[in-house]
């Protein structure tokens, strides 16, 4: 039987590596990838409801949002006084499907 050769995959710019390795290092931190969850699963949230959701303070969960949003991960909004920040970049929700199948590992 002929074995099926896989599709050709284009290659990867090394521009491409350095964008990947710059988002991959703004979310490698357990903190904020369960701040992408919730993100994930609400659409958005101010950094009052990631405080009360995550138990961290709210200078650190600020820290982290910050991190996030430079890299272009995050979007926000403001709404009054308050600001609502969301995934803007939904390819890196993918990490956490990784992280699923991890499960058990």
Do not use: F
Not at 31 to 50: H, K, P, Q, S
């Amino acid at each position: 039987m002929a074995r099926k050769m896989p599709k050709s995959k284009p290659p990867i710019t090394a521009e491409m590596m350095d964008t990947a390795a710059a988002i991959m290092k703004s979310i490698a931190h357990p903190l904020r990838l369960r701040i992408l969850e919730i993100l994930e699963r609400d659409g958005e949230a101010n950094v009052t409801a990631l405080c009360d959701e995550t138990g961290a303070s709210q200078p650190v969960v600020s820290q982290q949002l910050s991190r996030m949003r430079h890299e272009g991960v995050l979007g926000r909004r403001r709404e009054g006084s308050s600001v609502y920040y969301h995934v803007s970049q939904r390819e890196v929700l993918g990490v956490l499907d990784c992280i699923r199948k991890m499960d058990g590992c």
